[in-house]
């Protein structure tokens, strides 16, 4: 299941960090071949592909948390298909929750492995 989404949701995200890199080589090229209008212009458009990114890496792990988390109740989080700083989010968000409504004393959260590019 995780693959399935690994492909439906980051896909998008890693196609804006592929342009973004290609981008900035074109930049760094046309500034070194002197053309800075050029340099610059490119430039810009990596950082739009790089905001691009950030924002659909992000819908990505809210996407996929829900769907992996779809089925379990609030005491259990299953977070495969997650980098670890989005896990680390997700779970910090939880505990903060479930400090706040004490119901129980004992938390139990489940990570078998990340992904790592």
Known sequence: ???ILWKKYRGP???EVKLRNEFFEKSKKAFESGDKEEAKKLSDLAKEHGKNWENLKQEAAENIYKEM???NDEYTMDL???FVD????FVTER???LKGEEKKTQYHYRCWKSFKR
């Open 80 to 82: 495969h298909g997650l």
């Open 1 to 3: 299941k995780q693959d």
């Open 69 to 71: 988390n779809a089925d």
């Open 95 to 97: 505990i903060e929750k």
């Open 86 to 89: 989005e896990a680390m989010k």
């Open 13 to 15: 995200a890693d196609k």
